[in-house]
Structures are given as C-alpha cells and as structure tokens.
C-alpha cells in the first residue's frame, strides 16, 4: 500500500499542505500514522477520504457538516442520497447544456451565411480564450468599481442620517458621478464591437458608446463600414 508524506498528498489532491493540517486539526482527515519524528504519513485510504471531503466541499458543504456526515452512524447512507443527488443534478445539467448546444448549432445553420472568422489553427483558439479570459476580468473590474461608488454613497447617507449634516451626502454624490464617467471611460476603451453584417471589429467615440442601448453582451451601434445599424458583439480589445 502507498503511503504519502503531507507535501506528497497535497500535491497528488492539487490543495496546500496548510488545508491538511487544517484538516487534521479538524478531525476530518487524521493521517493513518505519525513517523518517529512526528511527520504525518497518509496512506490510500487516507487520500479516498480527502478526495470525498474536497468534492462535498464543492458540493457547498461546510467542513462542520462534512464532519457530521462523515463521523456520523448513518454516513454511508447520507453520502450515497447526497452523490446520487449531485450525480441526478450534474446529469440533468449536462443534458441541458447538450440541448443548447444543439438548439445553437441548428439556429445557426439557418443563419444567412455571413463571412466570419474561421478559426484555424490551436494559435487562433488559444487567442479566443484569452480574449474571453480578459474580457471576463474587465467586466469583474467594473463591477468592483461599482461596488466602490455604491459604498461611497451609502457611507455618506448614512453619515447624513446620523449626523444631519447632508453637505458631504452631496459631494459623495458628485464624486460618484465623475468615478463613474471615469468607469465607463476605462470600461470602453477596453472593448470594441463586431458588427453582425460586415463582421468588421471597431471601436464607438465614447459618446456613442454611452448613450446606445445594451445588453451585457451587445450594443446598439452603427458600423463604420457597412453603416448598417445593429447589435454589435462585444469583444476585448487586444489592440
């Protein structure tokens, strides 16, 4: 049988060596034996445990009931309805996403045909994703900047609340104001737009930009090119 020092396990279950003693001082993971220095030796059995532990936590279990279940007379029990209702919901997840994906695949083949960017080579998926990737961290910036202002005006009406004095309630709201211009600012010269028709990627004057109807994924713009007028695709600016 296989048996694991603490750095070797966290390493096989991809956690840190903190989360094992963390573990242990828990009582969820106690190591099979303690070497004459005093080091922890985790054996197979040790790292079955683990691997239920990590995917209960993923399951949105917190450590206190994953303890419960596990020390408990009737674990067994709890642990096989709980896999087999994640097994029920991760199925009917991916049937789901498998009928999207086909409903996508059939609404798009009875598209017009438009000339669009093929992707040709692993280079061009790899630059797909990135772009995906940090298009994704420009949307979570906004919306901490966002979080930002929320709380520099509650602060202040709450100040005002308290103190009756509503002087700084206004100047929060005026400097709300120009950090969110400022926001948006930083927010669209991050991305750029794909016009459906001519497939053409350009950038709006700011403007433009702000007074458009959106979507969180489209806005409504004209094309440079084609002068058409439509939802136009967002998409990072790798520029």
């Known amino acids: 049988m296989s048996t694991y020092s603490t750095g070797e396990l966290a390493k096989l279950a991809h956690v840190s060596i903190r989360t094992l003693q963390y573990y242990d001082q828990r009582g969820l993971l106690k190591p099979a ?3 004459a220095a005093g080091r922890r030796q985790y054996d197979e059995a040790d790292y079955d445990r683990l691997q239920l532990i990590l995917l ?13 279940i596990i020390t408990s007379d009737h674990g067994n029990q709890t642990l096989a ?3 087999d209702q994640q097994a029920a919901q991760l199925t009917a997840e991916q049937a789901t996403t498998a009928d ?5 695949a059939a609404i798009r083949h009875r598209l017009p045909s438009a000339t669009t960017h093929p992707l040709t080579s692993k280079t061009d998926m790899d630059q797909l994703m990135l772009a995906k990737t940090a298009l994704t961290r420009v ?15 509650l602060g202040a009406f709450i100040y005002g609340i308290f103190s009756g004095h509503w ?16 926001a948006v600012r930083w927010y669209l010269q991050a991305v750029n737009y794909v016009c459906p028709n001519c497939q053409a990627e350009f950038k709006p004057t700011y403007w433009v930009a702000f007074w458009s109807r959106h979507t969180p994924k ?3 713009l004209t094309c440079p090119h084609c002068h058409q007028t439509n939802f136009c695709v967002e998409v990072y600016d790798q520029h």
Request: net charge positive; glycine share 6%.
């Open 139 to 153: 949307h979570q910036r906004l919306l901490v900047f966002g979080i930002l202002i929320d709380a520099i005006e």
């Open 167 to 182: 002087w700084p309630f206004a100047g929060a709201i005026l400097v709300a104001i120009v950090l969110a211009l400022g």
């Open 218 to 220: 489209a806005r409504k």
């Open 100 to 104: 999207r994906l086909n409903r996508i």
């Open 81 to 83: 309805l709980l896999l």
């Open 33 to 35: 034996t303690l070497t």
């Open 56 to 68: 209960l936590k993923e399951m949105g279990l917190s450590l206190a009931a994953i303890h419960q």
